[in-house]
């Protein structure tokens, strides 16, 4: 951040975003290495793996939760995608049991998504209904290749995805954690001069 100050002549308000970015990624990478090295400890390397790009498939145009601070993301996040992976492993799911919760799972990313959050609020009517299309057409997607894939570990994954981010998404959760939901209604609100 020194070099940049000293070499641009970026705005106070540009070099808060890059630094911003800057803390996102090195977060990001260290969390990633702490897990990585638990998967690999555990056995379950390739299989945290794809399920965390199957999940971030879907996270990325319905957003959803963050955590508040930078150790309780660690925390859930090496629960979440080295538990996640391994219940799927182990888990032999009914095939109707599977399809009830891919048919709930595309009524509510449907009705939920996308979600933001109070620092990137999705204020655009016309990207909220793009993300809210995508995030739907993924998730039915999913629930096709959940449902009839013949690998009860893929399978799994994809139903597993499509409820971790429904949960991601759901504004119980968010009130559970205590955090604002339709943060773009607060912040048109604040912003009443806003170009929608």
Sequence with gaps: MNYIEKNTNYSKTQLAEIKYGIEGIYLTISKCIVIFIIALLLGIFKEMIIFILI??????????????KSWICLLSSSILFIGIPHLCIILNIPI???VIICILGICLM??????DTKKRPIVSKKRRK?????????????SF????VSNNFISNCFVFAIVLQNLMISPVVYKIFNLPYNNYITFLKEHPDFSN
């Design 55 to 68: 999940y971030n498939i879907l996270r990325m145009p319905s957003f959803g939760l963050h955590a508040t």
């Design 96 to 98: 109707i049991v599977k």
């Design 110 to 115: 449907f009705k939920n998504s996308p979600a």
């Design 130 to 142: 793009i993300y809210k299309t995508i995030s739907t057409l993924l998730t039915i997607l999913f």
């Design 145 to 148: 290749i959940a449902i009839f």
